[in-house]
């Protein structure tokens, strides 16, 4: 199975901050690789996709980028609605797998 | 619009099962794979299996097998989820989701809790 490995695993930000997690996978994904938001008692939503492209509607202060291992999220600058678990996940194989989330909290 | 609609919250005894449904809609059901999706308490996301509708084709993870079974019926786009021998360990949020790429869908979520 592929693990993904996100980092940090919580961090402390204040409105207007720039925000970066990264997720590393144990093997080559291509660009097979999403990123979900989660807000308490919600479902995931979607933020991107292929590690690069946004999904219709999501802000364009979300980026992402990478490519094989390594990757990025990135939110240019943070938003009170932001505040939120961030996960990644690899759909290159069976059986997907997600990493294990980053809480972003007020400072 | 695209709508994943889940079964309402169940309470199971251990060793029991559950069946939760997932009715879609406003999308060509047979044309996307379903997956499942849970998450413990305080926890995060596992990914359980799906199936390819117009194929009934399924792919298991691991750590459920023999004890999941995911199913559809394209005359009702409905989907299913169902898990026996349940143990404390299998409360948790049940989601079923299009998930992959652009298209990307998921349901309200089915708390399951099992508790004796």
């Known amino acids: 199975d592929i693990q993904m490995t996100q980092s940090p695993s919580s961090l402390s930000a204040s409105v207007g901050d720039r925000v970066t997690i990264t997720c590393r996978a144990s093997q080559g994904i291509s660009n097979y690789l999403a990123w979900f938001q989660q807000k308490p008692g919600k479902a995931p939503r979607s933020l991107i996709y292929?590690?690069?492209r946004l999904q219709s509607g999501v802000p364009s202060r979300f980026s992402g980028s990478g490519s094989g291992r390594d990757f990025t999220l990135t939110i240019s600058s943070l938003q009170p609605e932001d505040f939120a678990t961030y996960y990644c996940q690899h759909y290159a194989a069976y059986p997907y797998t997600f990493g294990q989330g980053t809480k972003v909290e007020i400072k | 619009q695209v709508q994943l609609v889940q079964s309402g919250a169940e309470v199971k005894k251990p060793g029991a099962s559950v069946k939760v449904s997932c009715k879609a809609s406003?999308?060509?059901?047979?044309?996307?794979?379903m997956h499942w999706v849970r998450q413990a308490p305080g926890q995060g996301l596992e990914w359980m299996g799906t199936?390819?509708?117009?194929?009934?084709?399924?792919t298991y993870a691991q750590n459920f097998q023999g004890r999941l079974a995911v199913t559809s019926d394209t005359s009702t786009s409905t989907g299913y989820m169902e898990l026996t021998g349940l143990t404390s360990d299998d409360t948790a949020v049940y989601y079923c989701a299009t998930l992959g790429g652009a298209f990307d869908y998921w349901g309200q979520g089915t708390l399951v809790t099992v508790s004796s």
């Open positions: 406003g999308y060509s059901f047979i044309s996307y794979y």
């Open positions: 292929a590690a690069s």
């Open positions: 199936i390819y509708p117009s194929a009934a084709a399924t």
